[in-house]
């Protein structure tokens, strides 16, 4: 679907996108994603898609029907409107729309390559349930690029990039200039050379007096998700021609703008999800089928956009803007500078460094331990099942794969993990997954003896932990977080939030004591936070500070807890930020000097990746820096500031500097940071 040279290599390539999207669309329809019972006629045997791929099409679909059906609604009162599908593959719009009755003075015309146009004629004539609803009018001889022609579609074979063939076909088909028309390009314009794209674009806004366009296309291709999203597609002999000279939303607008259209608004698809499906739908969704890829989620949808425009249409066509149920949420990122990253030296060479929902911990000082996560081992991706370890000696990194003593299906391969080092050579496994259906890996022991002995790391032992049935059963969750805290002298873990197999939010807590691990019961008062999975916590100052975190509605939190001790108990105290804290999750989070540094993790500000934000613990005020070495980061970077292990190339990273930030601390502050009151 779209265009590119007849006959040749790209064009073929091209095509064979169209298929491939029509397939997807078919597995979103079979899993109930979308009520469409005509794609699968026109596909043929579904295949299965991962939830992931079922949720990018549903979005895609919801924002394409919520445009068009608003377009059919604002024109009802006119005699005929039309509506221009270009590049149109096997799509299914003309038959949902057919059923439902919403064509009543609407004429609806494909445009797609003619051996593609050819196939899908075919298809409606051999299939009778969608030959009833076109009433084949049997003129698909009237014009030589008609493929197929009913009393209310036409089914066009013309390369979009000849715009006088094109503009000649839909003469010749009936279209008339005069009436309200929509134009629908779903990711085909980025197929086409800039020049031939734009001209189409013009052509729309000059030659039709009503007229509407919809698009729907990629964008930011400079950040690590927009490399590998433009590596995908130039594997597949189908770059994304537009985004070098449009990379981003106002840059599409800007375009539009300059092309003859006077209305156009757009939206990337993480706030259209947000702002135009009601919550009610959202919900419906999301519970579907097990999911947890919420990082890849939210990572697509801010590189897609949807677009609308439109010129000589009273009243104006605006429907991203008429039905927008919140606040837009991007507002400008107030950046205060940079903070350089460099390359640390490393001995040998890193293995097992490319994975993430993985967890890092310093089992002493220049020692990390990375267990878990998914990556590639042994050629092949899957979930980690060897242990990373890496050790600065000399002013270098060495790193090691160490195997487990008893390799048995106790570790379980699991992602989304904690590991609590509770001495130099003992740590404690909590939760986890393998898939999101089977979260029920509980807790294990993990034995380091000769680790930090010596250079050459020898295998780690892994043990079970016997454990009362409480804390058994509290530790099945996944995304969680467990920290050091003190009460009246004694150390506790603190296990709080997550996710489980059942509940797709906890906002629980449990203290376990150490080293028995048994479950204690300690007060706590103050504002209770709402349920978070994916947030950020670290000890300080015997208690532990809770950061951001995904909540209930798979949306980005930006609220800040502390956890601190009081004569009976603990209190949770909110920590105003100011500015407010970006939303953000996936996160890790460290203090230093009386700053808790939030570090990576992704939000929906698609303009640029999460670098580090500053928050002075003393006065509340909120700083956010770029990392100029972030270079390809990924969403999931390690706990340990020293080794950020989510990279396309695998290598260790230090920070250059921390942020040595000129806080103006208000005068006579207390112990506790600004907090409101409980």
């Known amino acids: 679907m779209g265009p590119a040279r007849p006959g040749g290599r790209r064009s073929a390539a091209v095509q064979g996108t169209g298929g491939s999207s029509a397939v997807s669309k078919c597995s979103a329809a079979e899993r109930g994603y979308v009520q469409d019972r005509f794609v699968r006629l026109l596909v043929g045997r579904p295949r299965r898609r991962t939830a992931l791929i079922h949720r990018g099409y549903y979005v895609r679909a919801r924002a394409v029907d919520h445009c068009v059906q608003d377009f059919l609604l604002k024109t009802q009162s006119h005699p005929r409107t039309q509506i221009l599908s270009l590049g149109a593959g096997f799509d299914s719009l003309y038959f949902r729309l057919k059923d439902m009755d919403l064509l009543r003075h609407t004429v609806i015309y494909e445009v797609d390559f003619p051996n593609v146009a050819c196939q899908k004629a075919t298809l409606i004539k051999r299939t ?19 493929a197929f022609s009913g009393k209310d579609y036409r089914l066009l074979g013309v390369d979009l990039s000849e715009l006088p063939k094109l503009s000649i076909a839909l003469e ?14 779903e990711v085909v314009l980025t197929y086409m050379e800039n020049s031939r794209s734009d001209a189409l674009i013009q052509w729309a806004a000059e030659h039709f007096s009503h007229a509407c366009f919809l698009l729907y296309e990629q964008m930011h291709p400079e950040d690590p998700f927009g490399r590998v999203m433009q590596q995908h597609f130039r594997q597949l002999n189908s770059a994304l021609r537009s985004l070098s000279q449009y990379p981003d939303c106002e840059a599409q607008q800007k375009r539009f703008f300059e092309k003859g259209w006077t209305e156009c608004s757009v939206m990337d698809m993480n706030e259209f999800f947000t702002c135009c499906i009601p919550e009610d739908e959202q919900r419906r969704v999301q519970a579907l089928e097990p999911f947890d890829e919420y990082e890849e989620w939210h990572l697509k949808c801010s590189h897609y956009f949807v677009l609308t425009a439109s ?24 950046l205060a500078g940079s903070i350089s990253a460099l390359a640390c030296a490393v001995q040998s060479e890193v293995l097992g460094l490319r994975r993430y929902g993985h967890h890092s911990s310093v089992i002493k ?42 390799p048995d299906k106790r570790w379980d391969e699991r992602l989304y993990h904690t590991v609590s080092c509770l001495s130099d050579s003992l740590a404690l496994v909590v939760g986890g997954r393998t898939s999101p259906s089977n979260a029920a890996l509980g807790m294990l022991w993990l034995r380091f003896l000769k680790i930090c002995n010596d250079l050459d790391p ?10 009362q049935p409480a804390v058994e059963r509290a530790a099945l969750r996944w995304r969680h977080s467990t920290t050091e805290v003190i009460f009246k002298g ?28 048994s479950c204690t019961t300690i007060s706590v008062e103050g504002p209770v936070p709402e349920g978070r999975h994916s947030h950020s916590a670290c000890s300080w100052k015997g208690g532990v500070l809770i950061a951001g975190g995904l909540g209930a509605a798979e949306q980005p939190l930006n609220s800040v807890f502390l956890l601190r001790e009081t004569e009976h108990g603990f209190r949770w105290q909110i920590i105003e930020t100011h500015p407010p804290l970006i939303p953000r999750y996936s996160h890790t989070a460290h203090v230093h000097d009386e700053k808790l540094m939030l570090v990576g993790g992704v939000w929906f500000h698609s303009l640029c990746v999460p670098g580090i934000t500053v928050i002075d613990l003393m006065t509340g005020l909120c700083v956010d820096y770029t990392i100029n070495a972030w270079g390809k980061q990924k969403k999931s970077h390690t ?5 950020l292990s989510h990279l396309d190339n695998p290598q260790v990273l230090c920070l250059e500097h921390f942020v040595q930030a000129s806080f103006s601390s208000a005068s006579g502050s207390s112990s506790w940071p600004l907090c409101t009151s409980p």
């Not at 991706?381 to 195997?403: E, P």
């Not at 939010?505 to 203290?511: I, K, Q, R």
């Open 458 to 467: 020898a295998d780690v032992t892994v043990e079970p932990v016997s454990l």
């Open 639 to 643: 706990k340990i500031l020293t080794s």
């Open 128 to 146: 009778e349930e969608l030959s009833a609803l076109v009433e084949d009018s049997g003129a698909e001889g009237s014009g030589v690029t008609t």
């Open 311 to 334: 010129k000589g249409m009273e009243p104006s066509w605006t429907p991203l803007l008429s039905n927008v149920t919140v606040p837009h949420h991007h507002g400008p990122i107030r």
């Open 172 to 185: 010749e088909a009936g279209m008339d200039n005069e009436v309200p028309t929509l134009f629908i390009a």
């Open 365 to 406: 000082p220049n020692v990390i331990l990375t267990t878990g996560g998914f990556g590639e081992e042994n050629g092949h991706h899957c979930r980690m099942r060897n242990f990373h370890v890496l050790i600065k000696y000399a002013g270098s990194w060495k790193t090691k794969c160490v195997k487990k003593e008893n």
């Open 490 to 517: 004694e150390k506790y873990l603190f296990m709080y939030g997550g996710r489980s197999a059942t509940q797709p939010v906890l906002g629980d807590w449990y203290f376990l004591h150490i080293p028995e691990i």
